[in-house]
């Protein structure tokens, strides 16, 4: 048995041809975790065979079959190529395929504080975006690369049909990009990495704080007052851009 991740919360590891996540959750609702993927939305990764996926009560089981010979992405250069790949097959969505609003990012009970912020509905309720469901925690560690070249991704504890890969493609952007995790520190850190500082940026910042929040409520199963304070830190960041 291979030990990757020993948390209070969570344990990953293989175990022979598997590879087995037990999560302790601290509610007891149950989750998504199959992405949707329309027929026209191009393959640029695989996905490895779920073979389990259960809660029982609080006590979260995913067995999945191993991938051999591949490991996370590490170098920048790893990154940027399966970023560029995945960013080639968001603009191959037909332009008629639904739409989904931002909105949908947020868990219902929080969207009235959210839509309170005026600047989060001023820059994205013009933006139409492909719903082809996400993974909803795609970052470097979630992206194996084989032997071979392929990319796999892994880890669909946060995926939902009701998502977008242009959100996806900004939180892998962002976590990559960001040198802390910490709030408004990422955003700062986050744009001054970016070569180009636009309107562009600043959308992909806000569903980066977006998706930010959702993540600390599911994954990371933080409090509703401390991830919404850090979430609004992150806003007032973006809205002081120069």
């Not at 806000?206 to 850090?230: E, F």
Request: charged share 30%.
């Amino acid at each position: 048995m291979t030990l990757y991740k020993l948390k209070k919360n969570r344990a990953t590891f293989s175990l022979f041809r598997y590879f087995v996540k037990i999560v302790l959750n601290k509610e007891t609702a149950p989750r998504e975790h199959r992405i949707v993927k329309p027929d026209t939305l191009p393959d640029f990764a695989q996905v490895p065979e779920t073979l389990l996926s259960k809660r029982f009560w609080r006590l979260g089981v995913e067995i999945c079959e191993a991938v051999k010979g591949a490991s996370p992405l590490s170098e920048d250069k790893q990154k940027e190529r399966f970023y560029t790949k995945a960013k080639e097959a968001l603009l191959l969505i037909p332009d008629d395929l639904e739409k989904i609003s931002w909105k949908a990012i947020v868990p219902s009970h929080l969207l009235a504080d959210i839509e309170g912020e005026a600047y989060i509905g001023q820059c994205l309720d013009s933006v139409a975006y492909p719903k082809t469901g996400m993974h909803g925690d795609l970052n470097a560690n979630n992206v194996l690369i084989d032997q071979a070249g392929a990319y796999w991704i892994v880890d669909w504890e946060n995926s939902t049909p009701n998502g977008s890969l242009a959100w996806d493609l900004s939180w892998f952007y962002c976590i990559w990009k960001r040198e802390t995790p910490k709030a408004p520190e990422d955003i700062i850190s986050i744009y001054n990495k970016s070569k180009d500082k636009d309107t562009d940026i600043r959308e992909t910042l806000l569903i980066y704080a977006l998706m930010k929040l959702r993540v600390d409520l599911m994954r990371h199963q933080k409090k509703t007052k401390t991830s919404l304070d850090n979430f609004f830190q992150r806003i007032s960041a973006i809205m002081a851009l120069g």
